[in-house]
């Protein structure tokens, strides 16, 4: 029997959403299968993390940028939406204006990626709260068939296998689009980012 051959595609995550909607804890609960209650320091620029999953004879290297949503860093959030193959907006269940602000990064998605050849989804975080939420989870599910996007409500703290789920989602909807590896650009963004780095130093 012939050996099976393996194929390799790169894959960029970035997660948007407001400080405190669970980013972090959503990335996390992903890669570590950990929630840590205690982790409520905001995230600063952006955070990277990576995690392989086969499917079939594909192994996608997942590379997952966790953006900060202070509005003093929105610009250089913006840097790192290009190039993306899978985009999450996230809010919380407990947050009307982290709700509220999906329609700012949904033009930041649109003005910075082209075509069809990624994957979007709205996730509404903080599941074990949906009782005592001001943010229904109708509310998303409509924001989300009007954005053409997928929808899917975690937990963070409780429910380790729902996002193991979400991701088992975005992975089977990227393998029916022709999306291209993204190797080639996230090695020429990050030298773009050098440089803007060292202009900003010189300044």
Known sequence: MDDEKIETKDVKVI???ENGVG?????????????NPNNVSETLGSTFSMKE???LNIIYKLKIWDST??????SITKLF????NIVLLVYSFDSIESFEHLNYWYSSIK???????????IIANKNDLKNEGV??????????EDKKALFKSVSAKEDGQGINKLFDILIDEL???NFESITQSYVLHKKHLKKRKKQQCLC
């Open 23 to 35: 980013k972090t804890s959503i990335i996390n609960r992903y890669i570590n299968d950990e929630f």
């Open 69 to 74: 949503g202070q509005e003093k860093y929105h």
């Open 135 to 144: 943010v229904s989870e109708e509310e998303g599910k409509k924001f989300a």
């Open 111 to 121: 003005e910075i990626l082209e075509g069809d050849n990624y994957i979007l989804a």
């Open 175 to 177: 393998s029916q689009i």
């Open 53 to 55: 999953i086969k499917k």
């Open 15 to 17: 997660i948007l959403g």
């Open 81 to 84: 939406i290009k190039g993306s």
